[in-house]
């Protein structure tokens, strides 16, 4: 058992008092967007005076036969806390598949891996699960058509939009959804002021109840960071998701999302790779939006953990690189989860106390550990962690 120090992320949209608060640290006015808990070699964490990487390079079986026979000498995951100020681009991820030959592809074009115009910068997938610490708001996938066009009539811009929205009525599904997402990354001239129209209609119907006003208000709230871009059209094709603490969603590959605020505990597989979709002054690759998003309308789910034994809850996500759990002692004792892996446990509440053969590691919110995969530990105290692991299929 280490002790383990995070690397903070200062990104614009992050805010300036979640993290802080729950590192015990004093807020300033610097943004503190992303806590990093891993080994990613851009960020890594430290392991009592350790980067983290650089003691996985030097003692891999720290990582478990299993991990190592399946990922290689590398941890496959990150845990990292997320909070957001305003709202991130909108973005997928590509599953292995797809990454490993972009990668590949862009490798032999002797693309620069720090080059703006990069879209894979490793091999590896990147499916992620966010749990909500506080309310945490986020578009999760692409809305039925029907229900968009039904959203933009009762802005009133409807009729003035037929040009851009028109295939949500006259397609179906998955078609409809792709055409108009991708017309709408293209907008020039005249069309481009589109999204005006429709933030001027938003603040008419700011105030109304029901899906109507919450849509107006997402207008409102992309337009405020995102001024008359026309990736707002974009993002407004999408289902917007609100998680209450505990609550979680779980991003597989070629799943388009954004953040839009909030704090949380996020888990992923160990990767850079973003395909970005609108809202970024990033490169936006068109050609591989089309190879990696599903436009597949769907109904988000949110996702609650399962009771694994008294004290230890395991949220689904249906992924090999990593597992997460919720451990709640309550003033018991219980038996740390995924033995065999290399673990990350970083708690978010109270005082507890990890054990193991003896030794013992104090650690209050915001404190964090790292866990060799031979190490058989107990958690006690009244607190609450998040636990991440190698997962299993």
Known sequence: MLRLQGAAQHYAWGTTNAIPELLGSPATSTPF??????AHPSAPANAAGTDLDDLISEHPEVLGDASRANFGDQLPYLLKVLSARHALSLQAHPSRAQAEAGFEREQAAKVALDAPERTYRDSWPKPEILIALDEFHTLSGFRDPRQTVALFTGLGVADELTSVIGPLSERRGAAAVEQVFLDVLSLTGERAQLSELVCAAAVTHKDDSGAVGEFARTVIELDEVFPADPGILAALLMNRVVLQPGEAVFVPAGHMHAHLRGTGVEVMAN??????????PKHVDVCELIKVVNFDPIDPEITHPEQISEGVQRYPADCPEFAV????????SVPLPGAGSARVLLTISGSLTLSDAGDALDLTHGQASFLAAGETAELTG????FLAAVGTR
Do not use: F, H, K, Q
């Open 33 to 38: 967007a992303e806590y990093w808990l891993g």
């Open 271 to 280: 990767s850079d790779n973003v395909i970005r979709g609108g809202l970024t």
């Open 325 to 332: 759990w919720r451990l709640d002692p309550a003033g018991r």
């Open 382 to 385: 009244d607190g609450v962690a």
